[in-house]
């Protein structure tokens, strides 16, 4: 132990010092040596001799800093082809839901329920709840624009932190209707409709009507996800993983209405719902189109250098890759990333290095036309002019 030999040492003898004393002599509290055991201390070499001095570091920051250099991602993408790159995403795909999971669940019986329907002017609107799982309900709004011609294209719209799903289909905490676009997230899921887009839009696990009762008692507002995250981590599994798991439920509901095309869903979000956006995108292929807001960086610029709400994490992904190493599993299907240039918490260096990343793996897949970003003048919000362009055109 620690260098310190306990030979000749008796049972007895071990059994009759006091917990300090023992302690002490096997080195697990810094103290002077005791003299009967001089000799065996003296006469164990000192493994560290010669090499290099240890650098001094108290600082937490400092020490992930450095930390985080010392790490070698085994999933890089290298491939070289179009065939080794599909080789790298059957590889990496089911890494990656190792690593978000566990694995996944198996899949129950949906049993989907309209609770209750609205018609507005340019679109009826439906608020939907289905199983994700044993024991899980999502609850989600139907968003079908007068215009629509079945059977056509639909976004799944997931929200950011903030009041939930109804922050972007328009409803005030009062439950009145908002005249006009507004917060962060702007609405996006109204804005699909605008377009004549339909639009799943869920309300993911631990925002709104899905949050414990501490935070519903905290403000409207307030989310459960430091508990429920944490409680997934102990069971070997991530709040991305549960969402993205509703993400994939959502795609079996959509494709149970005849209303909507199922070679045309696609997926957007702002903040975490672009996380749940990426991550769904990485390890669902039904999804046609992602388009993240507010997300796509590179770890060391976002959620390695920036704290965040603990459901942005999933331990050890680092050792798989950087987040613009993953889009890989997203190509060759059409990627959008949009970020603003103030963004305090998804830093447009990192944005920016992400996207140029996926650029050239998009290349490999021989997909360069498929991926596109727009960098704004804002700070971390929705902004939907380039990006509402590219789903028109690739969905």
Same mark, same amino acid.
């Given at each position: 132990?620690?260098?310190?030999?306990?030979?000749?040492?008796? @049972?007895?003898? &071990?059994? #009759?010092?006091?917990?300090?004393?023992?302690?002490?002599?096997?080195?697990?509290?810094?103290?002077?040596?005791?003299?009967?055991?001089?000799?065996?201390?003296?006469?164990?070499?000192?493994?560290?001799?010669?090499?290099? *001095?240890?650098?001094?570091?108290?600082?937490?920051?400092?020490?992930?800093?450095?930390?985080?250099?010392?790490?070698?991602?085994?999933?890089?993408?290298?491939?070289?082809?179009?065939?080794?790159?599909?080789?790298?995403?059957?590889?990496?795909?089911? *890494?990656?839901?190792?690593?978000?999971?566990?694995?996944?669940?198996? &899949?129950?019986?949906?049993?989907?329920?309209?609770?209750?329907?609205?018609?507005?002017?340019?679109?009826?609107?439906? *608020?939907?709840?289905?199983?994700?799982?044993? #024991?899980?309900?999502? &609850?989600?709004?139907?968003?079908?624009?007068?215009?629509?011609?079945?059977?056509?294209?639909?976004? $799944?719209?997931?929200?950011?932190?903030?009041?939930?799903?109804?922050?972007?289909?328009?409803?005030?905490?009062?439950?009145?209707?908002?005249?006009?676009?507004?917060?962060?997230? &702007?609405?996006?899921?109204?804005?699909?409709?605008?377009?004549?887009?339909?639009?799943?839009?869920?309300?993911?696990?631990?925002?709104?009507?899905?949050?414990?009762?501490?935070?519903?008692?905290?403000?409207?507002?307030?989310?459960?996800?430091?508990?429920?995250?944490?409680?997934?981590?102990?069971?070997?599994?991530?709040?991305?993983?549960?969402?993205?798991?509703?993400?994939?439920?959502? $795609?079996?509901?959509?494709?149970?209405?005849? @209303?909507?095309?199922p070679r045309r869903i696609g997926a957007m979000g702002i903040s975490?719902?672009?996380?749940?956006?990426?991550?769904?995108?990485?390890?669902?292929?039904?999804?046609?189109?992602?388009?993240?807001?507010?997300?796509?960086?590179?770890?060391?610029?976002?959620?390695?250098?920036?704290?965040?709400?603990?459901? #942005?994490?999933?331990?050890?992904?680092?050792?798989?890759?950087?987040?613009? @190493?993953?889009?890989?599993?997203?190509?060759?299907?059409?990627?959008?990333?949009e970020s603003g240039t103030k963004d305090n918490i998804f830093l447009?260096?990192?944005?920016?290095?992400?996207?140029?990343?996926?650029?050239?793996?998009?290349?490999?897949?021989?997909?360069?036309?498929?991926?596109?970003?727009?960098?704004?003048?804002?700070?971390?919000?929705?902004?939907?002019?380039?990006?509402?362009?590219?789903?028109?055109?690739?969905?």
């Open positions: 132990m620690n260098g310190i030999s306990l030979k000749g040492t008796t @049972e007895r003898d &071990k059994k #009759n010092m006091n917990r300090r004393t023992f302690l002490e002599v096997t080195g697990l509290v810094a103290a002077g040596a005791i003299s009967e055991f001089q000799p065996a201390i003296a006469a164990t070499p000192d493994k560290n001799a010669g090499t290099r *001095k240890p650098t001094r570091v108290l600082d937490s920051e400092e020490y992930t800093r450095l930390r985080i250099q010392t790490v070698k991602p085994s999933m890089t993408f290298k491939a070289q082809s179009p065939a080794q790159a599909r080789d790298w995403q059957k590889r990496t795909r089911k *890494k990656l839901i190792e690593q978000l999971m566990g694995q996944f669940p198996e &899949k129950i019986d949906l049993a989907p329920e309209t609770v209750e329907r609205r018609e507005f002017d340019r679109y009826t609107r439906e *608020k939907i709840l289905f199983q994700s799982r044993d #024991n899980l309900t999502v &609850k989600a709004y139907f968003l079908l624009p007068k215009s629509f011609r079945a059977p056509g294209r639909c976004m $799944i719209c997931l929200p950011g932190h903030g009041r939930g799903v109804d922050d972007i289909v328009g409803i005030e905490e009062n439950g009145a209707m908002r005249s006009a676009y507004s917060g962060y997230q &702007k609405d996006f899921a109204l804005q699909c409709t605008d377009r004549g887009i339909a639009a799943l839009a869920i309300e993911q696990l631990a925002f709104g009507e899905r949050r414990d009762e501490r935070a519903r008692k905290a403000g409207a507002e307030k989310s459960s996800c430091d508990q429920a995250t944490t409680v997934a981590f102990m069971l070997g599994e991530t709040m991305i993983g549960w969402r993205v798991w509703d993400v994939i439920r959502a $795609i079996d509901y959509l494709e149970t209405r005849k @209303e909507i095309d975490g719902g672009g996380t749940a956006t990426f991550w769904s995108a990485c390890v669902e292929p039904r999804i046609k189109v992602a388009y993240v807001s507010g997300y796509f960086c590179r770890f060391d610029h976002c959620i390695l250098a920036v704290p965040h709400c603990v459901d #942005n994490y999933i331990p050890g992904i680092y050792r798989l890759g950087d987040m613009p @190493e993953f889009s890989g599993l997203i190509a060759p299907r059409p990627l959008f990333a447009i260096d990192g944005v920016k290095a992400a996207v140029a990343r996926a650029r050239e793996i998009y290349k490999v897949f021989k997909a360069d036309d498929r991926i596109d970003a727009e960098f704004f003048e804002g700070e971390h919000q929705f902004h939907g002019i380039g990006g509402f362009q590219f789903v028109e055109k690739r969905l």
